[in-house]
């Protein structure tokens, strides 16, 4: 039998679900690998989780144009610093 392959937490586009669990994305193991990633450099995570969030509202927006989205709290607040 051979070992099944994990699957990353990655953010599947553009729906912006996680491939692995389904969750919105960033998921919870998701937010601790990006955490681990760029520890030391708090201001670099920000800058990436918004340009991803800008990203993501393009791309939610096409999907339902009527839906408002808002994903300051689901990409980048939790990662500002404590």
Do not use: K
């Not at 681990?36 to 990436?48: I, T, W």
């Not at 969030?53 to 404590?82: K, M």
């Amino acid at each position: 039998m051979r070992p099944r392959r994990a699957i990353p937490h990655v953010a599947m586009r553009p729906l912006w679900r996680c491939r692995n669990c389904g969750a919105e994305w960033p998921c919870q193991p998701a937010r601790l690998s990006l955490l681990a990633e760029y520890e030391g450099n708090r201001v670099s995570l920000l800058v990436y989780l918004g340009a991803l969030a800008i990203e993501a509202e393009g791309q939610l927006r096409q999907l339902n144009p009527d839906h408002e989205v808002d994903l300051y709290g689901r990409f980048t607040h939790w990662a500002r610093a404590r």
